[in-house]
């Protein structure tokens, strides 16, 4: 089905979103109280967080033009299938923006962890202009699309493989994010830090779950400035997962470093659960940037020389999942 709306009338839509979702519409307000009880992850906080980095970074008309300018956008449309994950809130608009704007034809099987808001956003664009329900199709199933975008954990993306595998398709997996430190931060870096460790408390790829240190770095100050989320202990989900880690580490004498909201706990591994943070030492700076360069696991790597710390969860239009190029892959098709 050809896309009746062109490219200026979708990036008008969009920047009409944007203003949207910065207002103080009823409806918007009601949307995020009912996505916050269908998903107590999905606080107040953290959705306006992430809403206003949509604002920010996806939605700006400057921005969407410079970004377009890259691409050369498909002649033909084509239909295009979207599993979208459900770990924070609104993880799958970016893969909507890009197929929206691409001006395929688009089937959206949401998680039923992060239905509210999407569909609120969906059916607000369909408001604006009824053209949009031409564009954009929420199924339970999608089957019979020209191209498969997909989003899940390292065992579903067998699924997706055997299901998808023939069409063209981007699979995505677990992936993490981890930090370099070298003890020269600043109280200020150290407090961006806290950002990038418990925003969305940790659930995002984006969230730095394992800390890489040199031997006899001192994590008291890290300690102290990782107290400004100790709030996060008063949502029962996340205490329940500190309680719970915390008796593990004491029957088993694991040596572990503790504020009153995140346990630390040295281990190489870069994925830790909710509320454990994972410290590493290194010896070698330069061969340990290099390396986490080449390892599949990693989202990104936040520090000096790398990704600003306080900007994991503040991804830009650019910024891909697993470093495909999602509009690439849209446009080629």
Known sequence: MASILSVEERISLLVRLCEHLSSDDADWAEA???????????????????????????????????WLSHYTLPAAPRKVGIVMAGNIPLVGFHDFLCG????????????????????????????????????????????????YIATGSSNTARYFEQYFGKFPNIIRQNRTSVAILDGAETDDD????????????GLGCRNVT??????????????QAFELHNSYADLNKYKNNYDYHLAIYLLN?????????????????????????????????????????????????????????????????????????????????
């Not at 394992?210 to 031997?215: A, D, G, L, T």
Request: glycine letters at 4%; one cysteine or more.
């Open 100 to 147: 929206f704007i691409a001006g395929h034809h688009l089937y959206l099987k949401l998680s039923s962890k992060d239905e509210v808001l999407m569909k609120y956003i969906v059916a607000y664009l369909t408001t604006l202009d009824p053209r949009v329900a031409d564009c954009v199709t929420i199924a339970d199933r999608i089957t019979g699309c020209d191209a």
């Open 253 to 333: 004498r694991v040596p572990y470093m503790s504020n009153e909201s995140l346990l630390m706990v040295e281990n190489e591994l870069p994925f830790s659960a909710v509320s454990v943070l994972h410290y590493h030492y290194y010896t070698d700076k330069k061969a340990l940037t290099e390396e986490l360069s080449k390892d599949q696991r990693i989202q990104a790597v936040v520090g000096v020389d790398s990704l600003a710390f306080g900007a994991a969860q503040q991804p830009q239009l650019h910024e891909y999942a697993d470093g495909v190029d999602t509009m690439a892959f849209l446009c080629g098709l």
């Open 210 to 223: 394992q800390i890489c240190v040199p031997e006899g770095y001192d994590f008291q100050r890290l300690l």
């Open 190 to 201: 150290l407090s961006r830090l806290a950002d990038d460790v418990y925003l969305y408390y």
């Open 32 to 66: 995020r109280r009912r996505a916050e009880g269908a998903n107590a992850w999905f606080t107040q906080e953290h959705i306006e967080i992430a809403a206003n980095n949509i604002q920010s970074e996806f939605l700006v008309k400057e921005k969407l033009e410079k």
